[in-house]
DNA sequence: TAGGCCATCTGGTCCT
DNA sequence: AGGACCAGATGGCCTA
C-alpha cells in the first residue's frame, strides 16, 4: 500500500510552478531593491558627517567612502598630535 | 560618443 | 525553507 498522500513532494500543474517561481523572483527581488535603499541611506548619512562646501556636488558613492576613509586617518593623526 | 555612476534584476551561496 | 548577502550583467542618464 503506497501512502504518499501526505507526501510533501505535491505533484503541481508545471503552469502553478512557473507561476510560483515567478512571484518568488519578484519578491526577492523587492526585497534586494529595500536593502540597497537601506545601503544607500547610510551613505547618505555618512556624506552629512563629511565636511564639505554647500555648493560641492554630491560625492559619489567611491568618493564617499575613499573621504572618509581619509576623513578618519586624517582625525586619528591630529588625536595623536594632540596627545603628545 | 566613450566612460563613469547608478538602479535594478538575477542566480548562486551563506545564514537562521 | 526562506531570507540576506553578493557579484555580474544590463540599460539609462550625464558630461567631458
Redesign the pocket.
Known amino acids: 500500500k503506497k501512502r504518499y498522500s501526505k507526501s510533501r513532494a505535491k505533484v503541481l500543474n508545471p503552469e502553478v510552478v512557473v507561476k510560483i517561481k515567478k512571484t518568488r ?1 519578484l ?7 529595500t ?3 537601506s545601503l ?1 541611506d547610510a551613505l547618505d548619512e555618512l556624506r552629512v558627517t563629511l565636511p564639505t562646501f554647500p555648493d560641492d556636488a554630491k560625492l ?4 564617499t567612502l575613499r573621504f572618509a576613509n581619509n576623513y578618519i586617518w586624517a582625525l586619528s593623526e591630529t588625536m595623536k598630535v594632540i596627545d603628545l
Open positions: 523572483r519578491k526577492a527581488n523587492d526585497r534586494e531593491r536593502r540597497m535603499h544607500n559619489t558613492k567611491i568618493e
